[in-house]
């Protein structure tokens, strides 16, 4: 009997499961990909095309660069999964049989009920998200003079908020574009949740490209050009980006799984409550033990791979793998520049610090983006796109 397995998503977790399930699964399986878009973004290098769209072309991968010519390719939006039914329900097409799926459809943003802030700001979970921010600024600095610059706002100091910020500031600078850019975020620090060694290191690099931070303030309100805080003055802007959270997908909204905020919780095998579903990366909260897998490209990159071989087992009725997180590190660019830290060791040599920047941080991040590209394409593909991670 033919197995139909089909994976939901081109994001990092769906992009690694498919190059794994098509060296796992035999003739006795149809591999169907689904996605809304037709190529693989790198998705924690997007930042890089609000200062320079032209770099999409390396940050970008047609689908046709990692599906197997056996592999069937559907574009098209998932708005739903019949569990019973096993069916993938989509937009424009028709539904599609399985008998096995993988959930990777990756997370939206969240804005916690914020009045107006969904309404009057720009996100950054896209390809074309990236671009909307490059055409706002630059029509912003535009219209802006020496004496009265633009202000641009990013709310949320995670991860995305602060490169957004770093890419801003390199444009502000290579453009002599007239911006002031602000980093708001609700909590004591930025980077919240991490060590405060590299939280100061990524304040200096930011203060240093002039971005104003804000911290310790929620946003309470966003209107058209002005956003409230619950206690600091207005602060105007002429755009405003929010990176402040993730939430599942709304097309998990009626899925008769279970979740939280529409992320599929799963075991550490990614079986979900449903046998024949599995889920990976931002779409799924995987047990961990005492707290789930971060929504990270690093754990999707990591997990991906077992979460492929786990179906392969599945239809073969072997034992499925246990995945467990492996924290390898982290690194941040601002702008030009980037931060890493408690990296580690490779090839059994100890690093003499537990965080650090300059040349080594920046071209360690350039090939962390390098190995995803080649692992999912080829070697000279990740060499053509170096310039621009």
């Known amino acids: 009997m033919t197995e139909n397995v ?26 169907t990909w689904i996605a809304d878009v037709d190529y693989h973004l790198v998705l924690h290098e997007s930042h890089r095309a609000i200062r320079d769209p032209d770099v999409r072309s390396d940050i970008t991968f047609p689908v046709s660069d990692i599906a197997d010519p056996s592999t069937r390719f559907i574009q098209d939006e998932v708005v739903g999964v019949d569990v019973d039914e096993q069916v993938v329900e989509l937009a424009d097409s028709d539904s599609v049989d399985y008998d096995y799926v993988l959930v990777a459809l990756g997370t939206q943003t969240a804005y916690y009920g914020i009045p107006g802030l969904e309404e009057h700001s720009l996100t950054l979970k896209s390809l074309d998200d ?106 105007d ?61 690093q754990a999707a990159w990591q997990a991906a791979d077992v979460a492929g071989e786990n179906i392969s087992r599945a239809i073969e009725n072997r034992p499925l793998k246990t995945w467990e997180y492996e924290d390898k590190g982290t690194v941040v660019s601002v702008g030009d520049k980037a931060v890493a830290h408690e990296v580690k060791p490779a090839f059994g040599v100890s690093l003499p610090v537990d965080t650090f920047g300059g040349f080594a941080a920046k071209n360690l991040k350039k090939m962390i ?7 999912i394409t080829s070697a000279n593909t990740a060499r053509k796109s170096w310039s621009s991670l």
């Open 237 to 297: 802007h002429d755009v405003l980006v929010w990176t402040g959270g993730i939430t599942g997908r709304d097309a998990m909204d009626e899925v008769d799984l279970e979740n939280e905020h529409n992320r599929v919780t799963t075991e550490a095998n990614f079986q979900t409550s449903n046998e024949r579903v599995f889920a990976v990366g931002d779409s799924a909260i995987v047990d961990q033990g005492d707290q789930p897998a971060p929504p990270t490209a």
């Open 130 to 235: 990236a671009l909307e921010i490059h055409e706002a600024i630059a029509d912003a600095s535009q219209a802006a003079t020496r004496g009265e610059p633009a202000q641009v706002v990013i709310g949320g100091a995670g991860l995305s908020g602060i490169q957004t910020a770093g890419e801003i500031a390199e444009f502000r600078d290579e453009h002599r574009a007239p911006i002031d850019i602000h980093l708001v975020e609700a909590l004591e620090e930025i980077f919240p949740g991490n060590d405060p060694e590299i939280q100061q290191a990524l304040r200096d690099l930011l203060e240093d490209a002039g971005v104003q931070i804000h911290t310790d303030d929620p946003i309470t309100e966003a209107n058209e050009d002005v956003i409230e805080f619950d206690e600091g003055e207005p602060l």
């Open 6 to 31: 089909v994976v939901l998503g081109a994001g990092y977790a769906g992009a690694g499961a498919i190059s794994k399930l098509q060296s796992e699964l035999d003739d006795n399986a149809r591999l």
């Open 369 to 375: 983006a390098a190995k995803w590209i080649a692992s």
